[in-house]
């Protein structure tokens, strides 16, 4: 059973985290940097999250859209929700083809570390959700 029940759960804890991201002073400032438009597609529940990290903010779309990303990443959603509590390694979901990406991937693998600061943030987002599971 994947940790989402729907596309609007996904939407809310894996767009959330970038959205915290934009407020974070060095994580928001060091995306919004990059300038990269990253385009999300999750299965197990089929969400699709477009983010563009260019200023002034980080914009996050949910759903489908006409704008053209640098990269695009595809994964199951629990492997994002994995990534974002620190448990997961992109580097090696690639190797081994849990994650599929298409452009210039070494610029995100770049990004990772940028984003560590954020799985505390991340983890904080979800504690209710994990209390109700666990309860």
């Known amino acids: 059973m994947s940790y989402f029940k729907d596309a609007e759960d996904a939407y809310r804890y894996l767009g959330g985290v970038f959205r915290a991201a934009d407020e974070h002073p060095e994580v928001g400032q060091a995306l919004r940097a990059s300038g990269i438009t990253l385009r999300l597609e999750y299965t197990n529940p089929s969400a699709t999250l477009t983010v563009r990290m260019v200023e002034p903010h980080i914009e996050v779309i949910e759903g489908e859209t ?8 595809s994964m199951a959603a629990d492997t994002a929700n994995k990534y974002w509590r620190g448990e997961y390694n992109v580097a090696v979901g690639l190797a081994k083809g849990q994650v599929k990406a298409k452009g210039p991937v070494t610029t995100i693998l770049k990004m990772v570390p940028l984003t560590k600061p954020l ?5 904080e987002m979800c504690a209710e959700k994990d209390a109700a599971l666990v309860a």
């Open 66 to 73: 006409d704008i053209q990303p640098d990269v695009r990443m």
């Open 119 to 123: 799985f505390p943030m991340y983890k």
